[in-house]
């Protein structure tokens, strides 16, 4: 799922670029990679409480 919500976000940066908007798309396209970055971290973890704590989000 992480890859599907990276590629919308990629494809809004992408309208946004056309627009000048530069450092907003890099900043969406930065969030796009890290879901996905922080599920590959957090699946070499050792315990499933570890685990779990990269696939939440700061805010919950």
């Known amino acids: 799922m992480s890859i599907?919500?990276?590629n919308e976000l990629?494809?809004?940066a992408d309208e946004l670029?056309?627009?000048h908007?530069?450092?907003f798309t890099e900043q969406?396209?930065?969030s796009g990679l890290s879901m996905s970055n922080?599920?590959?971290e957090g699946s070499g973890s050792e315990f499933k409480n570890e685990f779990n704590y990269f696939l939440i989000s700061p805010e919950d």
């Open 4 to 6: 599907e919500i990276a």
């Open 10 to 12: 990629f494809d809004i």
């Open 17 to 19: 670029d056309a627009k």
């Open 21 to 23: 908007y530069h450092r």
């Open 28 to 30: 969406l396209r930065a």
């Open 38 to 40: 922080n599920i590959a």
